[in-house]
């Protein structure tokens, strides 16, 4: 943290159980998070109970699970190397994973009495039903962003900003990439830019932006359109019925324009 430009807040303790990783599209997630924190601290408080505090500890799967926790709210969750042109970032969402599946070998020892394998099963029950109607919502909205993409000339360059304040915006980051495969460009993918990957972007390309401080201003829909972007198409949100509509850019427009 002296060396490199990081980022760390308190909100990284919510990731110690790993249980926080079934909150997936929003506040509903809250009631099945809340029904396993509960299930898991039943099992663990006989768990203690019949092994005693001490064996309890000495166990290798809690240890990792400790060594995880720690992990997980204590190291920066984004750094930035100085070969990089973005963060490195994720790093303790990614820590709260593995702190989730050691946590599950530590309780999988436990005896479930009859009132923990009634609620498990409807804890479940409830999360997946969430998580079934949340996907049919992210399916139908790429199909319809499939849709859009492919009316629009091969090879074209394509931007947008996609806004959907009930699921996670990581969700839809990549959609118009997907869409893009095989016919156009997504001109502001930010992998090539950030030199974390194997393709690297030059100034002056004519298939992505390579700066990053561009592939933000896009996300956002602050992106003034250059001379040499052009054709440059924006693909935007224009109702329910058909979903997603695109409209070339001209030099100096933004995303917001056509809305």
């Not at 807040?9 to 599209?25: H, R």
């Not at 001490?54 to 060594?67: A, C, G, H, T, V």
């Not at 989730?100 to 923990?116: N, T």
């Not at 980051?173 to 156009?184: F, K, M, N, Q, T």
Request: hydrophobic share 45%.
């Amino acid at each position: 943290t002296h060396q490199y430009p990081y980022t760390w807040s308190f909100d990284q303790f919510a990731y110690i159980t790993g249980a926080s990783e079934i909150a997936l599209f929003g506040w509903k997630y809250a009631l099945p998070l809340a029904g396993l924190l509960l299930i898991w601290a039943v099992l663990f408080c006989t768990l203690a109970r019949r092994d005693g505090a001490l064996r309890l500890i000495s166990n290798i799967p809690f240890q990792l699970w400790i060594l995880h926790a720690f992990a997980a709210a204590l190291m920066p969750d984004r750094v930035l190397l100085p070969q990089f042109g973005r963060p490195v970032g994720y790093i303790a969402q990614r820590f709260s994973l593995m702190a989730g599946i050691m946590a599950c070998a530590v309780l999988c020892a436990a005896p479930a009495r009859r009132v923990v394998k009634t609620a498990l099963p409807c804890v479940a029950v409830l999360f997946f039903a969430f998580l079934y109607l949340d996907d049919r919502t992210l399916n139908s909205m790429e199909n319809q962003l499939e849709a859009a993409v492919s009316r629009l000339p091969a090879g074209a360059r394509v931007i947008t900003e996609l806004e959907s304040p009930s699921l996670r915006s990581l969700c839809l980051y990549h959609a118009l990439d997907r869409a893009c495969i095989g016919h156009c460009y997504s001109y502001a993918n930010y992998e090539a830019s950030s030199r974390q990957f194997r393709i690297h972007a030059l100034p002056g390309n004519r298939i992505v932006l390579n700066d990053t401080a561009e592939v933000d201003a896009v996300a956002d829909g602050r992106y003034l359109a250059q001379p040499g972007d052009l054709p440059l198409y924006v693909i935007y949100p224009c109702g329910l019925a058909t979903g997603f509509c695109s409209q070339p850019l001209q030099a100096g427009g933004t995303e917001e324009e056509p809305r």
